[in-house]
């Protein structure tokens, strides 16, 4: 389901980084987490028709053990001193422009953020789902790969 993940956490791992945070971690990305610490979904599309909105996730954040950019822990903290993102959002992917998939601490709905309109405020939120897990579930292949099995 990933691929490039980092290395496998471990319960002791998570209780580190929620001890970092100073929370606890949503039960579903946790259990997400243990299985795939970060990486690329070979899925990597979302579509809500709703909203008209199609983006791709460039990659998942990774916990402790750092194989992209920034570590999960370390970019909430850094969002959150700087004042850059509300408390209740945790930043777990990004898509290729930078913006962030979220999940709502408050009520577990996933949202993205659009971080290029500036202040974030609600015209810069759009919600994608109401749990972690339906969101990874509703991930699709690009309509632009349609070759790849040729």
Known sequence: ????CSTQLTISDLNDVETKLGFNLPEELKEHYLQFN????VKPCY??????LETEIAAFSSMKYKNSSTLL??????????GALPKKYLPFANDWGG??????????????IWMDLGEVTERCINFLSNSFETFINNLEKCEDECCEDA
Do not use: K
């Open 1 to 4: 389901m990933f691929i490039e």
């Open 38 to 41: 970060g990486g690329i979904p």
């Open 47 to 52: 579509y809500a028709q709703d909203i008209d």
């Open 73 to 82: 822990e370390e970019s909430y903290l850094d969002f959150i001193n700087r």
């Open 99 to 112: 913006n962030l998939f979220c999940m709502d601490l408050e009520t577990g709905n996933v949202v993205l």
